[in-house]
């Protein structure tokens, strides 16, 4: 089923780096001054000069948008790719995610050492229940986790998929203790890195769905305190997974399911692409677009809408292959 995979891709890089007219614009919330160093996130010099020539480089940029029940934040930010081991920096961010056991080292309200894997545990597909505690009460959510490793351009897509409490997975999957309540709503998580020689661009977009709108005050709260706070912690854990002595370290060495090897086959494309097309540096002011990420001519979904409208004609080719024209 590879092309419902390639839509599910296309759709998560058009939602993070695209524009939805319908959802109206984005509002801007934050500007977050970073200091890499200070986070133990370190730099090499080269790296460093990058930096200082594009100011906006250690800029993290928060947006929010609210929609009646629906509150959407998105974070631009500039990664330097490289990192003191053998992995670059978007090794780290998956790291995070996908040793399951280790989230109690960055995630600050999950409960025991992470999620629990509702399957066999798979590279790059996963269902997990997240337990969380926020302030006196226990939550648990049930999430969908994919990773899509887009080798021809250098880019990491992944996405987080909560399942909403009256989802038929429930039924199958309740929740692991009976102290835990299903967590109201739903959330989504994606995330969107272009690799490039020296920097990673990085896009995240969270969107939650809740049981009653979201006070406009409450969100600029959130959009201004506390996530920049829980990105700092993100930016340190990430840096931390990378360290030769850190938990993580002997889980990236053993690289079970190949995901670290696949992070570090995206810096070398992302190099070869800026070398091959002397493409300039992104950063959270100039993010790249989603067609970077698809790295073709047609886009598979608009190929579909035109296809369902009849817009589309064939004709056969000298070959006497089917073209679309």
Not at 37 to 53: C, H, N
Not at 112 to 126: D, Q
Not at 206 to 222: F, M, N
């Amino acid at each position: 089923a590879l092309l419902p995979l390639l839509r599910d891709m296309e759709a998560a890089a058009a939602e993070v780096l695209g524009d939805d007219p319908g959802k109206g614009p984005w509002t801007l919330g934050a500007d977050v001054k970073v200091d890499y160093a200070s986070l133990g996130v370190p730099i090499d010099e080269e790296t460093q000069r990058i930096l200082e020539k594009y100011p906006e480089a250690n800029t993290i940029k928060i947006y929010y948008r609210l929609i009646g029940k629906l509150l959407e934040i998105k974070i631009n930010c500039l990664l330097p790719t490289k990192t003191p081991s053998t992995l670059p920096s978007v090794a780290g961010l998956a790291a995070m995610y996908h040793e399951t056991g280790l989230w109690n080292v960055w995630h600050p309200i999950v409960i025991g050492k992470g999620p629990s894997e509702l399957w066999k545990r798979r590279p790059f597909h996963n269902l997990w229940q997240v337990p969380t505690k926020v302030l006196l009460q226990k939550f648990v959510e049930m999430v969908e986790e994919r990773m899509f490793f887009v080798r021809d351009t250098g880019a990491f897509v992944m996405t987080l998929d909560g399942k909403a409490s009256n989802d038929e997975l429930w039924a199958k999957h309740p929740p692991q203790n009976a102290a835990w309540k299903v967590l109201p709503g739903h959330s989504a998580v994606r995330v969107v890195t272009v690799t490039q020689t020296h920097t990673s661009a990085t896009s995240l977009m969270s969107s939650v769905t809740g049981e009653r709108a979201i006070p406009e005050w409450v969100v600029k709260l959130i959009v201004s305190w506390i996530v920049p706070e829980v990105l700092r912690r993100m930016l340190k854990a990430g840096a931390q997974c990378l360290s030769s002595g850190g938990p993580h370290a002997p889980l990236l060495q053993a690289d079970t399911d190949g995901v670290y090897a696949a992070c570090k086959g995206l810096a070398t494309r992302g190099a070869e692409l800026d070398a091959a097309t002397g493409r300039g540096i992104f950063s959270s002011a100039n993010m790249p677009t989603a067609d970077v990420v698809r790295g073709r001519g047609r886009n598979l979904l608009a190929f579909e809408e035109e296809f369902a409208s009849g817009a589309l004609t064939w004709a056969k080719s000298a070959e006497g292959a089917a073209e679309v024209v």
